[in-house]
């Protein structure tokens, strides 16, 4: 199955505050094996990015005047994750802000393009319940190096996404054994009754028989 991880930066947290995306990055991921199949492109937003934003992911916005608008990346970018599993850690931000920028775009919302949307986030809560479970604290749990994480990254971030993603699913593969498979390797083979063989238990075996049904109505 193809899988593609996804990650945002923006320009605040809010789209309905006018905030935009401002970095997308999607990797993928073919039968628990990465390939060398990306997409990543800086988005400019046309707009200023909060102080607290900048301080998560240091994009400044004389960095992104140069950068192409979310409407010239779209094509390309739904092209990459369409017919596929997305799985996004906390979904809902990103989809939220994914759809507001295809509105903008006059394109269908994001559900539309892949086949399923997964909540990485919602995963790791039921597997840890009560624990932390931002991406720092899964790459710790699940032992992924993020050394190299000093600020937020799209890019490096769904590289993370998809080791900690892995190793949260390590063993199901083993689950999903093919029963038709196992099934064929069984043959039947008619039974002629004529070839069966009757074997009359003797006096002692009948003893041994009555003793045993003795012991259970006792």
Do not use: W
């Not at 990797?27 to 990465?34: H, L, P």
């Not at 949307?117 to 995963?123: C, E, G, H, Q």
């Amino acid at each position: 199955m193809k899988q593609i991880f996804l990650d945002t930066e923006t320009t605040g947290l809010d789209p309905n505050l006018g905030h935009r995306v401002i970095e997308i990055a999607a990797i993928e991921i073919i039968n628990r094996q990465q390939t060398n199949n990306r997409f990543h492109s800086y988005v400019n937003p046309l707009r200023e990015i909060d102080a607290a934003a900048q301080e998560v992911h240091g994009i400044t916005l004389d960095f992104l005047k140069d950068k192409p608008l979310f409407q010239d990346v779209a094509s390309d970018f739904l092209e990459f994750i369409r017919g596929s599993e997305v799985i996004i850690h906390n979904a809902p931000f990103d989809v939220g802000f994914l759809d507001m920028e295809l509105g903008k775009a006059s394109l269908k919302r994001f559900e539309e393009y892949p086949v399923s949307i997964v909540d990485s986030l919602k995963m790791a809560r039921d597997i840890r319940p009560g624990q932390r479970n931002n991406l720092n604290a899964l790459c710790k749990y699940y032992q992924v190096d993020n050394s190299e994480r000093s600020l937020h990254g799209a890019l490096l971030d769904a590289e993370l996404l998809g080791e900690v993603y892995l190793a949260m699913t390590r063993g199901q593969e083993a689950l999903s054994i093919d029963f038709s498979e196992s099934v064929k390797s069984v043959k039947f083979e008619n039974i002629n009754k004529s070839d069966l063989k009757i074997v009359n238990a003797n006096k002692a075996e009948l003893k041994l028989n009555d003793d045993y049904f003795s012991e259970l109505e006792s």
